[in-house]
């Protein structure tokens, strides 16, 4: 469903993002991981049509998307939410998710409705004439997820819902992520939360330096002493085996 | 009643009361400062459009406005149209500027106070230009148009300074109450649509709308030339009203100021806020003047200082304006009685 090769983007001297390759088939869930500054925000914002390359290849359902606007992705399906969280804030978090539901649906009167039913499938019915800027961060990520799902996307890109969540927050959100999958949309994720990521994923890509070092079943992918090391430092893989009640 | 019933019944009121005006003030002077009033309105509804749903605050609407009064004003004068075929001409002109002006400017991306410089220097260019040439504008002398009077013709020429008593007392009356309940029901059903929840979201946030689908460039820029279409339609008003324009009153800072300072007070956004506003700086301006003019001799700019101080006070006391202040003060009386 996804295809991005050789994905390379630089600010001035900094090479954010170097080669990455990956892959998303239909009905995953995919994990992104890597340590902050791995590039995994700018990496999103290549392929969901916010930055431009400089050099490597996206396709989405086997079409180029190089060169299109967010709004053209979003049209052929591909959306993407904002790690640091973008409501609309004057409007209440029904309009806001109507905005979303307004992709495919022209009528105002359907939209809302559309975003009444979005809302409250994803258990936000209690929160839909709240003033979106008014809502405690748990609240505003729901929002974000909920806006972009009402959109109707086929392949959805989610940058760290869970930040910032606290455990019982955590386990609000996650079955809202499994939900999405068994509304048949495919996910790409970038995520911190090892939990979550163990729970939810399919496959997980590790992301460092702007590369791709890692990929495969999530277990495994922690286990890889590449991953180990990217997170704690050279020599650290080692020294984990050798105590490995530590 | 639901919200919109209530708000349906006080527009239907607010219009009876309008249509009505004419046959019960006799004063016309009165009734020309309701007349003045509704024009400000219809410009500050243009401007509320692109600024106060969109978030792009125009600093030069004049140039809206007055090319619709030079287009309107030179085909009659130049070529001898007749003023019912000059006006989509004149109106269409509007939407052509906010075109040009819209693709310049949000193709490159240029927000904020990037987007006021813009359209300040081209009212400004504009009215360099419309003063330069000559042999088109006839300069800074302004161009006249020829005063009808033959009672027969006040249909034909659209003007009414000799028509039959009535139509002389209220025919420019109701011709800005006619654009203006054209304007203000296309931001009505704005306000109901895709297209206004979409302008919305891009004001509120831009890259987020980007995201969800919405084509900001394309909202916005249908945004612009609906703005520009409306001023357009007050400088038509204004040049079959006035029979004159001259490039500082088309073109002029003044203009652009009432624009934008009548919906910022009466509340952005909002479908009454210019109204509102409207109404309220000018009551405050004619006090103001008459109470000067009272005790010392009139001073022209009096009013602008005014308007410049109660901008100040609406920031910083009722940043969501009249329409706003009233919102609040309503919402404990509508929490007891629902």
């Known amino acids: ?246 | 009643m639901s919200g919109d019933g209530w708000r349906i019944a006080g527009w239907a009121l607010a219009l009876a009361a309008a249509v009505a005006a004419p046959f019960v003030i006799a004063s016309g002077r009165w009734l020309d400062f309701i007349e003045l009033t509704l024009f400000v309105a219809v410009l500050a509804q243009a401007w509320n459009i692109l600024g106060g749903y969109g978030g792009q605050y125009s600093f030069g609407h004049a140039m809206f406005f007055g090319v619709g009064a030079y287009v309107q004003a030179l085909l009659q004068f130049r070529l001898g149209v007749s003023p019912w075929a000059a006006m989509p001409l004149a109106i269409g002109a509007g939407a052509a500027v906010g075109a040009v002006v819209g693709y310049l400017s949000f193709r490159y991306g240029l927000r904020g106070s990037y987007f006021a410089l813009i359209t300040l220097a081209f009212a400004e260019a504009l009215r360099v230009l419309a003063r330069s040439l000559v042999s088109v504008t006839e300069g800074g002398r302004g161009v006249s148009l020829a005063l009808n009077q033959d009672p027969d013709a006040v249909w034909s020429t659209l003007q009414f300074t000799f028509a039959e008593p009535f139509l002389r007392h209220a025919g420019s009356y109701y011709f800005i109450l006619i654009v203006l309940v054209v304007a203000y029901g296309l931001v009505w059903r704005m306000e109901r649509r895709r297209f206004g929840a979409q302008l919305i979201a891009v004001r509120e946030n831009e890259d987020a709308a980007e995201a969800l689908g919405v084509n900001a460039f394309r909202v916005k820029m249908k945004a612009i030339c609906l703005s520009g279409m409306i001023a357009a339609a007050a400088g038509v008003y204004y040049v079959q009203k006035y029979l004159f324009v001259d490039p500082e009153i088309a073109f002029g800072p003044s203009k652009s100021v009432e624009a934008l300072v009548a919906p910022i007070i009466g509340g952005l956004g909002t479908l009454a806020g210019p109204l509102l506003g409207a109404f309220f700086l000018h009551g405050a301006g004619e006090a103001a003047k008459a109470l000067v003019g009272a005790v010392a001799e009139p001073r022209p700019g009096l009013d602008l200082i005014l308007y410049g101080l109660i901008l100040v006070l609406v920031l910083g006391f009722a940043p969501r304006g009249i329409a706003g202040l009233w919102a609040a003060l309503m919402a404990p009386l509508r929490r007891r009685a629902g």
Do not use: C, W
């Open chain 1, 1 to 246: 469903m996804l295809e991005v090769r050789g994905l390379t983007r630089r600010f001035g001297g900094l090479v954010a993002v170097n080669g990455a390759s990956l892959d998303v088939s239909a009905g995953e869930i995919v994990s992104l991981i890597g340590p902050n500054g791995a590039g995994k925000t700018t990496l999103f914002a290549l392929i969901s049509g916010f930055l431009r390359p400089d050099a490597g290849s996206v396709a989405f359902e086997g079409r180029s998307t190089l060169g299109a606007r967010p709004h053209e992705l979003a049209a052929r399906g591909l959306v993407r939410t904002f790690q640091i969280v973008q409501p609309f804030p004057t409007l209440s978090v029904r309009e806001n998710i109507a905005t979303g539901a307004h992709r495919a649906i022209a009528p105002r009167r359907e939209a809302l409705e559309k975003a009444d039913a979005v809302g409250r499938s994803l258990g936000m019915g209690a929160l839909l004439d709240r003033r979106a800027g008014d809502l405690p961060i748990a609240a505003r990520k729901r929002l974000e997820i909920a806006r972009a799902v009402a959109t109707d996307p086929r392949l959805l890109l989610l940058d760290e819902v869970l930040a910032g969540l606290n455990p019982a927050e955590i386990d609000e959100v996650t079955p809202m992520i499994l939900a999405i999958r068994e509304a048949g949309i495919t996910i790409l994720m970038i995520e911190h939360v090892m939990q979550a990521v163990m729970r939810l994923s399919d496959r997980a890509y590790v992301l460092n330096s702007g590369a791709i070092i890692a990929n495969g079943a999530p277990r495994a992918v922690a286990e890889d002493p590449a991953v180990i090391e990217a997170y704690l430092g050279p020599g650290m893989a080692a020294r984990l085996k050798a105590r490995p009640h530590a």
